[in-house]
């Protein structure tokens, strides 16, 4: 059974970067023909797309965050992560990693728990 | 890019049937068959419901259904159950390899 599970610091600066990494357990992120995202819900809100990336490195964003995201993987590691940088208030959420088929049929089928990053001084 | 637009709240009595619409545009909802559906109970992982507008996938109830018409999405619930009671999100691909959710609508078994 896939398994996703995030990880990461809970509590973030404003102007800092936020990092937090997906570790994929019962499939080979390299060898499988899939794209991992990250997904967010700050309180209160509903989910946001933040971006993929396809196995071979490929990266998809969200045009509204495109500026400040990186996400990249590690195959050796079986692990994907994102980079948010320059974050404020407005970044805290819940934060999803999830596995999906395609970058068009938006079908997100594995999740992990979510992590919820506050950002605070 | 905009969240797709779905209903805040619907609410409906055990073994009753309720709708949730998602409306877009013609460049997300209404330009693709590529629709989803999740249950999100809070502080758990979001669930799929449907995919490509009206597929359920392995061990969804068929009382979940989805279809589509113009820019509008729906999901229909029949037979509610008190287990039903949750948040429920659309999804649209919005093209140039880009995904859209919907605000969200909480579904309350009365």
């Known amino acids: 059974q896939l398994q996703l599970q995030e990880s990461g610091p809970g509590l973030v600066k404003p102007s800092e970067t936020l990092s937090l990494t997906c570790t994929v357990s019962?499939?080979?992120?390299?060898?499988?023909?899939?794209?991992w995202g990250w997904i967010r819900q700050p309180p209160g809100k509903g989910l946001e797309w933040i971006g993929s990336i396809y196995y071979s490195g490929n990266t998809y964003y969200s045009p509204s965050l495109k500026s400040r995201v990186t996400i990249s993987v590690d195959t050796s590691k079986n692990q994907f992560s994102l980079k948010l940088n320059s974050v404020t208030a407005a970044d805290t959420a819940t934060y999803y990693c999830a596995r999906h088929a395609s970058m068009t049929t938006v079908t997100f089928v594995y999740w992990g728990q979510g992590t919820l990053v506050t950002v605070s001084s | 890019q905009s969240a797709l637009t779905q209903p805040r709240s619907v609410s409906g009595s055990p073994g009753q049937s309720v709708t949730i619409s998602c409306t877009g545009t013609?460049?997300?909802?209404?330009?693709?068959?590529?629709v989803s559906w999740y249950q999100h109970h809070p502080g758990k992982a979001p669930k799929l419901l449907i995919s490509?507008?009206?597929k359920r996938p392995s061990g969804v109830p068929r009382r979940f259904s989805g279809s589509k018409s113009g820019n509008t999405a729906s999901l229909t619930m029949s037979g509610l159950q008190a287990e039903d009671e949750a948040d429920y999100y659309c999804?649209?691909?919005?093209?140039?390899?880009?995904?859209?959710f919907g605000g969200g609508t909480r579904l309350t078994v009365l």
């Open positions: 019962g499939d080979s992120i390299s060898s499988s023909n899939y794209y």
């Open positions: 490509d507008v009206n």
């Open positions: 999804c649209s691909y919005a093209g140039n390899y880009t995904v859209i």
């Open positions: 013609s460049s997300d909802v209404g330009g693709y068959n590529y």
